[in-house]
């Protein structure tokens, strides 16, 4: 069936600013499905609130709208468009709930407006608890024995007949948000009440728990005549009990078995057949008695979802840009394999390797918050390995968490106390897979670890291998002894030299030396959909160590940039849109754009934005012999925030030229010390300060700047264990905590200006001019993290002496730095003093938001001077803003329920919308202003 030729201009729904349960895979599918639409000549409408995001540019969609996700808004655009059709099915679980409001309130009949890609009935069977119980059994299925409740006594009696434990689902929420178990009578009260208050609609699922059994999702896709195929089968590594956004999950299926596979795969058909007038992506989950076999549906998602990004990355076959050409009317079998171009859509994705997804969490963010997983998300992130085997995966996975682990375990953060062990085990938390491979070191009987985690023996086997093969290790203690043979099969195990340097307890450099010695190097191996039975065409990478390498290298000039790495607090999706930004620009100056990162829910990851793609922890060792293999002109390293700044000064000493501003002057604005010196050379205020290695000397430091004082690490990102205190045993406490999770790190401290205002500046500097891009006002005082602070573009209460200064000091920073690229520096003005708080040489969170704001390709410049091809007079810049925009964090505080709320130097919000005003009057700024003391806190 070809296309729907009535429908001209379609209408994307996004979901919003970043929370906990969804972030940045949205943003991914949002501006996939906008591209695939343009491809077929349709007029593409967007709106959303996130103003970090890659769907939200003009290089997306033709018409955006920066609006609140309310249905007027909605209505809004729907005056000023002629819209023929709305695809509500991009923007998660946001977009769903606004699609049934607006289609409550007759919008979309009064607009005669199509919805594509699923419909209301389909969107209410698969939101409504009992609406899909009843429906599945109907099918022929079996669910969990539930009852729904809508009241606080209905709920009381469904526990009774039901029994504990059980589990409690409040519908139409996102990422387990109310839910949770219920092991004993006495905790089902509290319980029940947060479920209710939870849910929009009031209503619960209390549920039989069916704690211990194995864990599915299937994700597939489903045209107009009913064709649907399985594009992944996911299987979760952690057991039911474990939110599957929150579980290390792997793909293909490695314990299934193929009559249970063949079961699931036709229930999960059936499922989505049934599912009314809907073609589109669609999420099934199942789970599975690991005694009996026995197969029970938990939920379906009529939509692209969190693991629609992982089975696209995973399969290389791109389901949201399938999704929406399916959505207008085409069918499977009419569209070509975007990875082969030779084959058509309808067909199956066959994996000849392995890919283990591990989420990553920010606890350390919230302050007394449990660390135990349950049914509520709980992670802010995930990263994504390939491998050729499941353990070379796994460890390949460890290495892209950022979290400063060489691997799974041997990096000096074993733990040694079996008891202690034992209790992490019982209970499911972030650090589960560490201590499972510590217990089995420590000789936990398998079957042990397998009773207290529910995890399937295949992995614990497959984990013992690795603890067999550090024993072995154990035997040498010089590098040089190392045989081929053995030291080739550590590296297909995926130990990192680092890791194999540890066991040994020599430098890692003697056994990397040792590894090209023996010629033992990575190979690359492509992504192709169909394990290598047809010829590919797509650019999309892993490495692994096999004897042939499918990466080829032309003789193009290229350019690498390292991207961000997984989604944390402090350094979120803004990154991924710089990147994006970068590679366009990139390749429209002639280079080969080259892409490495290991999110799979970003932009930058999708096989058609960068020339060519590597699927690889953003970690030296990976990183080198990618150079190595490509011989860049240089490496971007100013687009991917910390995680690729922090590789720099390994750069600098390997002679790896950095393209824009040098290592050096990088590092001294990172270096507070003499960053302070510089300003000093050049008449600039700052805080008095001190740099220290222990207590003493951080003591001896803030009795001579005095109280309050700031204390933080260097080199950190998100105010991480940064704090204010006001004594000398505050101070300690302070110190001693930073050198217990940081260690060998610089201890700064500043003085603190009470009641500053605070204000920022992103610029861009070509060596010859600087172009201030925004001057933004934050609208809580100095003391909160920028992160955390409202702020307003431009700034509406400091003086006009005040701003000429700040972009005074600007330049004469930007030129002493010899900055080639972007800066953000920050200031506190106290008394119309200016001083500078600190500078970062980069692209900063701020820098999207200042780029939608004023409708500039900021990125697209910045990235064109760092290759030194233009500069700054080369372009047109015309800003366009009436009024004010405010950047408003957001927060995940409903997650953890019982930490401190207190808004500080250290960041805690997950994500920002942008809104605008057009008046200080506005309702909404006042209120923000009348609260601006509200979270401020020592």
């Known amino acids: 069936m070809p296309k729907d030729t009535s429908i001209k201009s379609v209408l994307i729904i996004g979901s919003g600013p970043i929370i906990i349960g969804q972030a940045c895979e949205f943003d991914y599918s949002g501006s996939q499905a906008s591209r695939s639409l343009r491809e077929e000549g349709i007029e593409v409408t967007l709106i959303n609130s996130n103003p970090a995001t890659i769907m939200t540019d003009p290089v997306t969609a033709d018409h955006v709208y920066l609006l609140p996700l309310t249905v007027e808004s909605i209505i809004q655009v729907l005056e000023e468009r002629q819209i023929d059709a709305v695809l509500p099915t991009m923007g998660g679980q946001t977009a769903l709930n606004l699609a049934i409001e607006a289609g409550k309130r007759g919008v979309w009949e009064k607009y005669d407006i199509k919805l594509i890609g699923v419909d209301l009935d389909a969107i209410e069977l698969a939101e409504n608890r009992e609406a899909f119980k009843e429906h599945v059994v109907s099918l022929g299925m079996k669910v969990a024995h539930s009852r729904i409740a809508n009241s606080f006594l209905e709920g009381m009696e469904a526990a009774q007949e039901i029994g504990f434990p059980l589990v409690i689902r409040p519908s139409y929420t996102l990422g387990g948000t109310g839910g949770g178990f219920v092991m004993k009578e006495e905790e089902f009260s509290a319980a029940l009440r947060r479920g209710l208050e939870a849910s929009p609609t009031h209503e619960v699922l209390v549920e039989q728990a069916v704690l211990g059994w194995k864990e599915y999702e299937l994700e597939l896709l489903r045209d107009a005549d009913d064709n649907v195929v399985i594009i992944c089968t996911v299987e979760n590594l952690d057991p039911m009990g474990v939110h599957t956004g929150d579980s290390i999950t792997v793909a293909p299926a490695m314990t299934l078995s193929d009559t249970c596979y063949q079961q699931m795969r036709n229930e999960a058909i059936v499922m989505m057949r049934s599912l009314g007038n809907f073609a589109g992506g669609c999420n099934v989950q199942f789970a599975q008695n690991p005694e009996t076999e026995e197969l029970i549906a938990i939920e379906i998602n009529p939509r692209v979802s969190r693991s629609s990004a992982l089975a696209s990355k995973a399969t290389g076959y791109p389901i949201a840009k399938i999704a929406a050409k399916l959505a207008i009317g085409y069918t499977l079998g009419e569209l070509k394999n975007q990875i082969t171009k030779t084959t058509s859509a309808y067909f199956e994705p066959a994996l000849d390797y392995v890919i283990v997804k591990m989420p990553r969490w920010n606890f350390a963010k919230f302050h007394g918050s449990d660390h135990t997983l349950g049914l509520q998300m709980k992670s802010v992130g995930e990263v994504m390995a390939i491998g050729r085997t499941f353990i070379e995966a796994l460890q390949k996975a460890c290495q892209s968490q950022e979290n400063n682990r060489m691997g799974l375990g041997a990096d000096k953060k074993e733990w040694i106390k079996t008891e202690d062990i034992l209790k992490r085990l019982e209970k499911p938390s972030d650090d589960r897979i560490y201590r499972l491979k510590d217990a089995l070191r420590l000789g936990v009987p398998k079957n042990t670890i397998q009773k207290l985690t529910g995890i399937d023996m ?216 003499v960053f302070s010196d510089l300003l000093k050379t050049l008449d600039i205020p700052y805080p008095k300060y001190g740099s220290a290695q222990n207590a003493d000397e951080a003591l001896e430091i803030a009795n001579r700047v005095t109280y309050p004082v700031l204390v933080r690490p260097s080199y950190v990102l998100g105010g991480q264990r940064m704090r204010i205190v006001i004594n000398n045993d505050e101070l300690e406490k302070q110190v001693l905590s930073i050198i217990k999770h940081i260690p060998n790190n610089k201890i700064l401290i500043d003085q603190f200006l009470e009641r500053a205002k605070e204000a920022e500046i992103d610029a861009i500097c070509d060596g010859d001019d600087v172009h201030i891009m925004g ?164």
Request: glycine letters at 6%; aromatic letters at 10%; charged letters at 30%.
């Open 458 to 673: 295949w992995y614990i086997k497959q984990i013992e291998q690795l603890v067999k093969a550090e024993q072995e290790l154990m035997r040498y203690n010089v590098a040089d002894d190392l045989s081929e043979d053995f030291l080739r099969q550590l590296k297909t195990m995926g130990y990192s030299d680092a890791q194999i340097a540890w066991v040994m307890r020599i430098e890692e450099e003697h056994v990397t030396k040792r590894r090209k010695e023996l010629n033992i190097r990575r190979t690359y191996k492509m992504v192709d959909t169909c394990a290598a039975e047809f010829e590919a065409q797509t650019p999309y990478f892993y490495s692994t160590f096999d004897t042939e390498n499918e990466s080829i290298v032309t003789d193009k000039k290229k350019i690498i940039v390292l991207g961000s790495g997984p989604n944390r607090i402090g350094q979120g999706i803004e990154f991924d849109y710089c990147c994006v930004h970068g590679i366009l620009a990139i390749k429209e100056a002639g280079y080969e754009a080259i892409m490495v990162n290991c999110n799979p829910e970003t932009v930058s990851t999708d096989f058609d934005i960068a020339d060519k793609l590597y699927f690889e922890p953003v970690f030296w060792e990976h990183i080198e012999e990618i150079i190595e293999l490509e011989k860049p002109e240089g490496v971007i390293v100013q687009l991917g925030g910390q995680t690729a700044l922090k590789l720099a000064e390994k750069f600098h000493k390997k002679g790896i030229k950095i393209i824009g501003t040098s290592f050096k002057h990088m590092d001294i604005a990172e270096d507070r010390g």
């Open 775 to 938: 001057i933004m006002e934050h609208v809580e005082p100095a003391g909160i993290h920028s992160g955390d602070s409202s702020a307003l573009l431009p700034t509406y209460s400091l003086s006009d002496q005040v701003i000429e200064t700040m972009k005074e000091y600007t330049r004469r920073i930007a030129f002493a730095l010899q900055i080639k690229g972007l800066i953000n520096i920050q200031f506190a003005i106290k008394d119309e003093q200016v001083y500078v708080i600190e500078a970062n040489p980069r692209a900063s969170r701020t820098t999207p938001f200042i780029a939608k704001a004023y409708k500039v390709p900021y990125l697209n410049i910045a990235t064109h001077v760092m290759l030194g091809n233009k500069k700054i007079k080369d372009f047109k810049i015309d800003k366009k803003l009436n009024g004010y925009a405010i950047k408003v964090p957001v927060f995940s505080f409903n997650k953890f329920p019982n930490v401190d709320k207190q808004l500080g130097p250290e960041m805690k919000s997950t994500g920002e919308a942008i809104r605008f005003i057009d008046d200080l009057t506005d309702p909404f700024f006042r209120e923000l202003e009348r609260n601006r003391y509200m979270y401020l806190y020592r």
